[in-house]
């Protein structure tokens, strides 16, 4: 029995040293491995934000609209580029027909008096034929019924030039329809970007910041564009107003004048 106990107690010191042999070599394997690993330092949120915010100045101011027209969708901001490039080119198709409509009529009329002296109404007539704008062609009318009295005449000016004025406000109602209805495409395109945002809530079963933050980004881009187009239009609309303006205030002094003129000669 004596000996049974020696020869465990032997045993348990044998493995008690050799645990203790074991677990000395593995610790070194174990710091060295904590020591080669390289430390990573996180960035502050500071240095993140320069990050993130490089690339961005880095692009275009194109490049970052494109991209918000992306993500605005394709169905509304679609339709909106569309009023958009057709407003413009009505925009700039009238602007191009008023200036070349613009008259130097002091000049005109000089002309006009000075061929109606010379060479009666033929050659005044052809002075106006050879001059463009409203302003001759009024004036042309008028010396076509001059043999028809001058009450006749007045009626005629004044009737061509209202019909002068019709031609010069062409296409203006198709520009005031896309300066009315780019904003409501938009605004449509917002309420329904919010009522995807609740059905994305919905679906979820909870109110997430990125699902909602989401969907009210892509609802008011549409709005956004559709605010940017009108304002657009709008511009390009009233210079073209104050331009129509202007040529009918020219036209009415200038067909007095012309009255005048025709008056004195048949005298």
Known sequence: MKKLLVLLTVAGLAFGMSTNVYAQADTPQQATEVTEAPAVEEPTPVEALQVEAAPAEELGFHYVLKERFIEGGAGFMGVILLCLIIGLGLSIERIIYLNLSSTNTAKLLSKVDAALKSGGIEAAKEVCRNTRGPVASIY????????????????????????????????????????????????????????????????????????????????????????????????????????????????????????????????
């Open 140 to 267: 042309y009318q008028g010396l076509d019924r001059y043999n028809e009295g001058m009450e006749i005449v007045e009626k005629s000016v004044v009737s061509y030039g209202s019909v002068l004025m019709g031609r010069m406000e062409l296409n203006l109602s198709w520009i005031s329809l896309f300066i009315a209805i780019a904003p409501m495409l938009g605004f449509m395109g917002t309420v329904i970007g919010m009522i995807a945002a609740f059905d994305a809530i919905a679906a979820a079963g909870d109110i997430s910041p990125t699902i909602v933050a989401e969907g009210i980004k892509v609802a008011l881009l549409t709005t956004v564009f559709g605010l940017i187009v009108a304002v657009i239009l709008q511009v390009f609309y009233n210079y073209i107003i104050s331009k129509i303006d202007s040529l009918v205030n020219t036209m009415e002094d200038s067909t007095i004048s012309f009255i005048d003129i025709l008056i004195k000669y048949k005298k």
